[in-house]
């Protein structure tokens, strides 16, 4: 059975950070390519950063210079560091898993970004 799990969501004020993590069990992790999407109310589900197998990253223009993805293949983990928080990140943000035999979603961890 596979499972996404994501923690670290919470309230933060604007300017302040969140460390997300994903932690995924039931795939072959190293081989899937890994994703944060966020969906905020009244707006379109988008892709906030992506990695791929041997690590290379991209990020929605938003974001550059202020998140950043990392996946640790040893702990089946995959990260996303927010700093410089806006009030425009508040979002449900989902942890993502793409392979050859799936496509697999976390249920999805709430960042509220807000004074």
């Known amino acids: 059975q596979v499972q996404l799990v994501e923690s670290g969501g919470g309230l933060v004020q604007p300017g302040g950070s969140l460390r997300l993590s994903c932690a995924a069990s039931?795939?072959?992790?190293?081989?899937?390519?890994l994703g944060w999407y966020r969906q905020a109310p009244g707006k379109q589900h988008e892709l906030v950063a992506g990695i791929r197998t041997l690590g290379r990253t991209n990020y929605e223009d938003s974001v550059k210079g202020r998140f950043t993805i990392s996946r640790d293949n040893a702990k089946n983990t995959v990260h996303l560091q927010m700093n410089s928080l806006k009030p425009e990140d508040t979002a449900v943000y989902y942890c993502?898993?793409?392979?050859?035999?799936?496509?697999?979603w976390g249920q999805g961890t709430q960042v509220t970004v807000s004074s």
């Open positions: 039931g795939i072959s992790f190293s081989t899937y390519v």
């Open positions: 993502n898993a793409k392979g050859v035999v799936g496509d697999y």
